[in-house]
């Protein structure tokens, strides 16, 4: 499946990111928890370089628990500090300011033996679209302060966002990479709407979903669309089983392939389906 966007405006973000990071004293990175990995951008690294760095494993709740924690124990062992974080149901904030604090506790002592006690400490928050900065960064807040929504590229320029208890936020527009060396990889972005679905052939994207949760989640997929059986020769005998199912039927009796598709995305992407983690610490492939 060859997917593709258009990375005009990423480029932009990159550069903005670049040219904003010695405004700040930490980078805060968000990771869906449900493919940490596939969705770091790699970029972030280069750009960040020594800069301090916390990764908050979004969305958690709707992630597998046992994978969630596996996660938060492989960060640890490359020495990089991990919190999971539900942006929805969270009473996390504290965990995440105490935290940042930990990390930049030696910035802070030397700042207050030159008598600067109350100077903000200033934080960017990135990672790919659709990955909930702006809805982290509102419950941070305790309020509406940053543009949220479900789909990718809603935030669309930087903006400074000050919090009390002596933080400040800049928020950064989503960004990807100029090209995915795994398919892989961008079918797990995809799966979550980290790419817009408009840009994507949805019924091949919700069979390859199908695919993959036949050998993830299986159970929980045949529960889910009351499947007997999941001897499926390929994902898209799989939608047509669901949208039967479904009783998705056009005129002339037809199976409505495409409502089918947007119910099995929806439903993963808001976890009715599950809480299922599309990988795990160690592994190549799905």
């Known amino acids: 499946m060859n997917i593709q966007w258009f990375p005009g405006h990423m480029a932009k973000t990159r550069r903005l990111i670049g040219e904003n990071l010695s405004l700040v004293d930490l980078v805060v990175e968000l990771l869906d928890a449900r493919a940490p990995l596939s969705s770091q951008n790699p970029d972030i690294e280069d750009i960040c370089g020594t800069k301090p760095r916390l990764l908050i494993l979004n969305k958690s709740d709707l992630a597998d628990q046992a994978t969630n924690e596996a996660w938060q124990k492989y960060f640890a062992e490359q020495g990089k500090t991990a919190i999971l974080f539900d942006s929805v149901?969270?009473?996390?904030?504290?965990?995440?300011?105490?935290?940042?604090?930990?990390?930049?506790?030696?910035?802070?002592?030397?700042?207050?033996?030159?008598?600067?006690?109350?100077?903000?400490?200033?934080?960017?928050?990135?990672?790919?679209?659709?990955?909930?900065?702006?809805?982290?960064?509102n419950r941070l807040a305790g309020r509406t302060a940053a543009i949220s929504g479900d789909r990718p590229g809603v935030t669309k320029g930087k903006q400074w966002i000050r919090l009390s208890g002596g933080f400040e936020l800049l928020d950064t527009p989503g960004v990807l990479w100029p090209k995915f060396e795994d398919e892989t990889v961008g079918l797990r972005l995809a799966f979550t709407?980290?790419?817009?679905?408009?840009?994507?052939?949805?019924?091949?994207?919700?069979?390859?979903?199908l695919e993959t949760l036949t050998v993830r989640a299986p159970e929980a997929l045949k529960t889910r669309y009351k499947l007997p059986s999941?001897?499926?020769?390929?994902g898209f005998e799989a939608l047509e089983a669901v949208a039967r199912k479904r009783g998705f039927i056009v005129s002339g009796g037809e199976l409505d392939y495409f409502r089918a598709a947007q119910i099995v995305l929806d439903e993963f992407r808001s976890s009715k389906i599950g809480n299922i983690s599309l990988e795990s610490p160690g592994e190549v492939e799905v």
Do not use: W, Y
């Open 89 to 137: 149901h969270s009473k996390q904030v504290k965990v995440v300011t105490d935290t940042v604090r930990c990390l930049l506790s030696d910035q802070i002592k030397r700042q207050e033996e030159r008598g600067m006690k109350n100077r903000p400490l200033k934080l960017m928050i990135v990672g790919i679209p659709n990955v909930g900065k702006s809805s982290f960064i």
């Open 230 to 234: 999941l001897d499926f020769e390929n």
């Open 193 to 209: 709407g980290a790419i817009k679905d408009e840009i994507m052939d949805t019924e091949t994207l919700a069979a390859k979903l």
